[in-house]
């Protein structure tokens, strides 16, 4: 099926080990972005990738590494979690079109939970 | 980088009620729209609207990109409305989300 899917949908793992949260998109867009969303603050950015190969920090990358081998996937992975990164993070990737207005595709998000 | 901000933060209804949220914007974007995160966490696309107006049953959206704002209204509202609506506004490179409005709708 064509869009933008995360995985997993939901997660629980302990304080200091490594996690990934997958995205995978089917359009070969080239940009692709992760946020999280917190209660008291809405969405914020936290990576985001303009073309594989190419990554760029958000507003809030401490703690995340991504990683954009292919085109179609965009994984973030928490290298040693904490609690602080307990959160709902989206995957969402824009149509680009040179010059022309953009659209915005989200995933569905996956609810994560360090403990 | 950009910045949206939305209002009201809040907003309570009795069902049947009208409303209108809105979204200012602090530069010309390629890209606004309007979501809805429903109970479930998902962020369902409303509309994709850099400029014009648009309808899709009771609600409807209108951006003046000249003015750099966006409006979503929301008519004859049903308690199946409620939850937060988040505008976002940018470009390809940036995609920069409002704090949102929580929208509660009574019975």
């Known amino acids: 099926d064509a869009g933008i899917t995360q995985s997993p949908r939901y997660k629980i793992t302990e304080t200091g080990r490594q996690v990934t949260l997958m995205c995978h998109q089917t359009?070969?867009?080239?940009?692709m972005f992760w946020y999280r969303q917190d209660l008291g603050h809405g969405l914020r950015l936290i990576y985001y990738s303009a073309a594989a190969d190419i990554t760029d920090k958000g507003e809030v990358p401490d703690g995340y590494v991504v990683s954009r081998s292919k085109t179609e996937n965009f994984p973030l992975t928490l290298e040693s979690a904490t609690r602080s990164q307990t959160s709902v993070y989206f995957c969402?990737?824009?149509?680009?079109?040179?010059?022309?207005?953009?659209?915005?595709?989200f995933g569905q998000g996956t609810r994560l939970t360090v403990v | 980088g950009i910045q949206v901000e939305q209002s009201p933060p809040d907003l309570i209804l009795q069902e049947g009620a009208n409303s209108t949220l809105r979204c200012n914007f602090s530069d010309s974007v390629n890209n606004l729209q309007w979501f809805h995160q429903n109970p479930w966490g998902q962020l369902i696309n409303l509309f994709y609207i850099p400029s014009g107006t648009k309808q899709n049953g009771r609600l409807s959206a209108t951006t003046v990109a000249t003015e750099r704002y966006s409006l979503l209204y929301i008519s004859s509202s049903q308690t199946t409305d409620s939850g937060v609506y988040f505008c976002?506004?940018?470009?390809?490179?940036?995609?920069?989300f409002g704090s949102g409005t929580q929208l509660t709708v009574l019975p």
């Open positions: 969402a990737s824009p149509t680009t079109t040179p010059g022309l207005n953009t659209e915005a595709f």
């Open positions: 359009w070969s867009h080239s940009y």
């Open positions: 976002v506004g940018g470009s390809a490179r940036q995609l920069t």
